[in-house]
């Protein structure tokens, strides 16, 4: 049976934890023998790697070590989960990216400075959400000039002319999601109260 490199690598490690273990705690390939009732030699061949081992191998043997299983099968390392974000500058901002391969749907957390307050309207394809963390948002989005509290979230198309920064009031932390053209992101959530100020960004 051919097993993937990892499990394979597991495997290999098997026998020699069982030696390590047996002569650790001074025990003999003939006393492990009679308290497992495995043959010295099929015990031998398995602490060199010569027999593969099995589960009506090793229980035998975790038994009368006291050891559990995984004393002696080492489990294969787990990707890790943990998404280590990697802040860079761009456009005076900070910028994290929170997805970490390329796809229809791009994910940023974006601080933006308090001094950033004049709009430079941009057009480009494709159709963004902004989420407001903290702070206040103004986004202008062609002619209508709105502000976004902590809470509050909009969704355009970017092909219209567009800007959002700060009120000048405080620095303002945003999530930001940008999807193809034509894409839309379905979100389940419950509404907070409307208020003139976000109800013509809102779709």
Known sequence: MNHPPAIAAALTEVGPRLKRL???????????????????????????????????????????????????VGAPEVGDPRVRLVPRRANGRTVLPLTRQAGSLQAW???IPVDQTEPDLRVH?????????????????????????AGEAAEFDTRLPHWFGSTGEHPVEILSILGRQGERMHVRAKPRAPTPATDGARR
């Open 22 to 72: 047996r002569t650790q705690r001074g025990v003999t390939l003939t006393a492990l023998a009679e308290a497992t009732g495995i043959s010295k030699s099929t015990l031998s061949r398995l602490e060199g790697g010569q027999r593969r081992p099995s589960l009506e191998l090793l229980l035998p043997i975790a038994h009368a070590h006291q050891v559990p299983l995984e004393e002696f």
């Open 109 to 111: 957390k974006v601080i």
């Open 125 to 149: 394809e494709g159709y963004e959400w902004l989420y407001v963390l903290s702070g206040r948002l103004r986004l202008v989005l062609a002619e209508h000039d709105f502000v976004l509290r």
